[in-house]
């Protein structure tokens, strides 16, 4: 639980530190919203070097989350209602995620 909860941080981190400089770039916000978007992005790497297995572990099974969460985003923020294609491909990532993460290991 602690892992995922540490996924979804880092996830929305991640999304936060992209999402401010779309809105600079692509709607004319202004450009101080840069400075807590490289401070999110500074969060994210920090927050990755935090989960307990690989890095290249933790970087693949992240990607499961980093997609459930931008859905996330995409409903709460952007205020688009993901479909059940998202849905469903959503579940398919989070079930590799899982594969990934809770494989025994020896």
């Known amino acids: 639980m602690r ?3 540490l996924f979804v941080l880092t996830a929305l981190a991640e999304i936060l530190g992209c ?3 779309w ?3 692509r709607q004319g916000r202004p450009m101080w919203l840069l400075l807590p978007a490289a401070a ?3 969060l994210f790497a920090w927050l990755l070097t935090l ?3 690989a ?3 933790t970087y693949a099974a992240y990607g ?3 997609v459930v969460v ?3 985003w995409l409903w709460l923020v952007d205020g688009v209602q993901p479909s059940r294609w998202d849905a469903l491909g959503a579940a398919i990532v989070l079930a590799g995620m899982a594969v990934i993460m809770l494989a025994p290991r020896g």
């Open 3 to 5: 892992t995922t909860g």
């Open 19 to 21: 999402y401010l400089p």
């Open 23 to 25: 809105l600079v770039l």
């Open 40 to 42: 999110a992005l500074a």
């Open 51 to 53: 989960h307990p297995t």
């Open 55 to 57: 890095a290249g572990r």
């Open 64 to 66: 499961g989350v980093y």
């Open 70 to 72: 931008a859905l996330g």
